[in-house]
């Protein structure tokens, strides 16, 4: 939460937006959030910040912005890596902190349709030695 001056001796609250949901569509991903408590402060707009999370490094912050009405947006990610999201609000004083963000995966695309043969391969071999097993102890050998 973040406390801003209005005036000598008044105070407006500007809480920061909440994460309330992720939605995966291949390579797409929708980031909704709650708007926050903006007290006597309204909300001009929002910026959704990404960035690629791989192992022990992370990438430069990038940065989207929304309405102040929009509470949601759709990212166009690579497939394959682990994104971290945060959502902040900005007024006429400023931009709120960061201080939840969502760590996500972007699938989809070619990656999956090459994890979808493969699942299928590994299917079609484990129900083949099922299939020889179940082959093997109906008819043993002598």
Not at 136 to 141: A, D, F, I, N, S
């Amino acid at each position: 939460m973040k406390m801003v001056n209005q005036q000598r001796s008044k105070f407006v609250l500007l809480d920061f937006p909440q994460i309330s949901s992720i939605v995966q569509d291949k390579s797409n991903i929708t980031v909704s959030w709650i708007a926050p408590f903006d007290g006597e402060c309204s909300v001009t707009r929002y910026t959704v910040y990404y960035r690629v999370v791989e192992r022990m490094t992370s990438s430069s912050w990038k940065k989207v912005t929304a309405s102040s009405y929009q509470l949601k947006i759709t990212l166009q990610l690579r497939c394959g890596k682990r994104y971290q999201i945060a959502v902040t609000a900005w007024s006429a004083f400023g931009e709120t902190t960061r201080n939840q963000s969502k760590l996500v995966s972007a699938w989809g695309g070619n990656n999956s349709q090459k994890r979808s043969k493969n699942v299928q391969m590994l299917l079609f071999i484990v129900v083949s030695v099922l299939g020889y097993t179940l082959l093997v102890h109906r008819h043993p050998t002598a």
